[in-house]
């Protein structure tokens, strides 16, 4: 597609749930991030992902929070037992990388998760 | 953890006027990108200035880096209502060139 695309887009859960949040990057794009970005700050840095391999996870908050790409393009961040902490938007970012050496993000619209 | 601090965290200006918001960093980079968010939408790309250079400029953008003092600044002259929007500096790091946000400078442009 021409962008990134997050689904969904709004997603409500109760406390001890589990949501997946997908993630469908440009075509071709070789870098994928995943950020958290709670009301009035900025992104908070989650995973990253060349292809399919998760080269860093320094950024999930709990063991709670899995993120996968299998085949180095959709990817699926999975919060396991949600809690009221958890809510934020979830933003996934895509780079073309290896081009100009710099990864320019490209932004989806994210994903507003909002535990009861 | 937040790699980057931007100064002000909100700044209000007259349509026109120009804007200047500031970023601290701290550790070394390879290269230093701004964002623009628009309330409730995703970030979008403004400009990126590489660690070896000091100056960019981009249309009615300019930003600066002084790697000395691990500090940038973006200017907007003549600002516009449509530049009404948060305003995050982003720094990638490491091998794979790690992209870290700041808290974002809240700018709004009175028309």
């Known amino acids: 597609g021409a962008g990134v695309s997050q689904s969904p887009r709004y997603k409500v859960a109760k406390r001890g749930q589990d949501v997946a949040l997908r993630c469908d990057p440009i075509?071709?794009?070789?870098?994928l991030f995943w950020y958290q970005q709670a009301l009035g700050q900025g992104p908070e840095f989650l995973t990253y992902?060349?292809?399919?391999?998760?080269?860093?996870k320094s950024g999930l908050p709990s063991d709670r929070f899995f993120a996968e790409r299998p085949e180095g393009s959709v990817s699926t961040l999975k919060i396991q037992r949600t809690q009221q902490e958890d809510s934020a938007v979830y933003l996934c970012?895509?780079?073309?990388?290896?081009?100009?050496?710099?990864?320019?993000?490209?932004f989806g619209a994210g994903s507003r998760l909002t535990v009861l | 953890s937040q790699q980057g601090e931007e100064d002000p965290q909100a700044l209000s200006i007259q349509e026109g006027e120009n804007a200047t918001m500031n970023c601290s960093y701290k550790?070394?980079?390879?290269?230093l990108q701004w964002y623009r968010q628009n309330s409730g939408r995703g970030l979008v790309h403004l400009i990126l200035?590489?660690?070896?250079?000091r100056e960019k400029h981009s249309g009615r953008l300019r930003v600066t880096l002084d790697t000395s003092k691990k500090s940038s600044s973006l200017l907007i002259t003549a600002s516009r209502a449509a530049d009404t929007a948060s305003y995050f500096c982003?720094?990638?790091?490491?091998?794979?060139?790690?992209?870290?946000f700041g808290i974002g400078t809240k700018l709004q442009v009175i028309p």
């Open positions: 075509s071709g794009h070789v870098s």
């Open positions: 200035i590489r660690s070896n250079e």
């Open positions: 982003a720094t990638a790091t490491g091998g794979y060139q790690k992209v870290t």
């Open positions: 992902f060349q292809n399919e391999a998760q080269l860093d």
């Open positions: 550790t070394s980079i390879n290269n």
């Open positions: 970012a895509s780079s073309q990388d290896r081009v100009s050496g710099a990864n320019v993000l490209t």
